[in-house]
């Protein structure tokens, strides 16, 4: 299989890299893509230095799959043209995951619906994924009707740049700046840009992003906040069911999901934290308890490492569905 990672050398890319490594990915040629000053440079793969080459470059060699972590506005542009030489283009960029005709994929929900024909397939965003994770299950048993929720989002989320920035405000050095404030001993309420009714399109990502994976009309708002965390993203998630529940059958589904962790002993202080979900693939489930301000409302917090299963790990899965299924014949 020839893989292309578009954007490479950026947080998600490197991290593709490595899950590509570790669940050992049948690569029979890497092409890592970057922008033109990382042309001819290399990154590692497998132990052996790899050089890296312009989007141009990666057309000519008809990867069969194309991970793209480039941006939305490189993935509008080159993705159709990887997509029409019969490469599959596994997308986490923001450009496609509305488009009607666009498959949007956590596979342990929807794979199924993809077929030979979806050349390009959209990775949801981060904060979805772990969500609808746990949603989803969830959903089938009882139904959801509303859902509130509020994010606790890793620098990561934002890039390199903001990282950087965290260092140094906490090394107490001036740097470039990702963020309109400081986000070391800060907590700001404002996840991407602002959108005309006053969200942000991180939190409408969270509606309607869930809604197109889980194939609903759930009522859902969200509130999406940066805090100074460099592990992963933690959600703490309202939800209201049309049909009444048992807590200890809810732990059980989470108990019997594929990819979700549960992690829920108060008594010994257990309970899920991106300083233990950072570097490792499942959605950690806990702090499960009973909302009793509605009828059929529940309480739970989720965290996940938004670089892994909230990105690298869940487009290497997609790449896996498409291999196991036979969807790449070429």
């Known amino acids: 299989m020839k893989i292309a990672v578009v954007g490479a050398t950026g947080l998600v890319g490197s991290v593709m890299l490595r899950v590509l490594e570790e669940r050992r990915f049948p690569v029979s040629e890497l092409i890592p893509v970057a922008s033109e000053k990382s042309v001819g440079k290399s990154v590692e793969y497998l ?9 141009e470059t990666a057309l000519e060699k008809m990867p069969h799959i194309a991970l793209f972590s480039a941006g939305a506005k490189i993935s509008l542009e080159y993705a159709p043209k990887f997509a029409q030489i019969g ?21 342990e929900i929807n794979a199924g619906e993809l077929t030979e024909s979806d050349r390009i397939i959209a990775n949801p965003n981060c904060s979805t994924i772990q969500m609808v994770m746990a949603l989803a299950p969830l959903h089938k048993a009882y139904s959801i009707k509303r859902v509130v929720v509020s994010t606790y989002q890793s620098v990561t989320g934002t890039g390199i740049k903001a990282v950087k920035q965290l260092e140094n405000e906490r090394a ?18 404002h996840c991407d840009v602002f959108v005309e009714d006053g969200y942000t399109k991180e939190e409408m990502k969270l509606v309607n992003e869930t809604n197109k994976i889980l194939r609903t009309d759930i009522r859902i708002t969200a509130t999406a906040v940066r805090v100074p965390v460099v592990g992963g993203h933690s959600e703490s998630v309202n939800v209201e069911f049309d049909k009444s529940f048992d807590l200890q059958d809810i732990r059980q589904i989470f108990r019997q999901t594929e ?72």
């Open 172 to 189: 107490g050095t001036e740097g470039e700046k990702a963020y309109p404030h400081p986000i070391d001993k800060n907590v700001l309420p």
């Open 47 to 55: 132990g052996v230095p790899t050089e890296i080459v312009s989007l």
């Open 87 to 107: 490469t599959f283009v596994i997308d986490n960029s923001s450009a496609w995951r509305m488009y009607p005709d666009k498959k949007l994929i956590v596979p």
């Open 259 to 330: 990819g979700v962790r549960l992690f829920d002993d108060i008594e010994n202080n257990a309970y899920p934290m991106p300083k233990y979900a950072e570097g490792k693939d499942d959605v950690f489930v806990g702090r499960i308890r009973r909302d009793f301000s509605v009828e059929n409302g529940l309480n739970i917090w989720i965290v996940a490492d938004n670089l892994r299963k909230g990105a690298a790990t869940n487009a290497v899965q997609i790449a896996e569905y498409l291999l196991q299924n036979n969807l790449i014949l070429r």
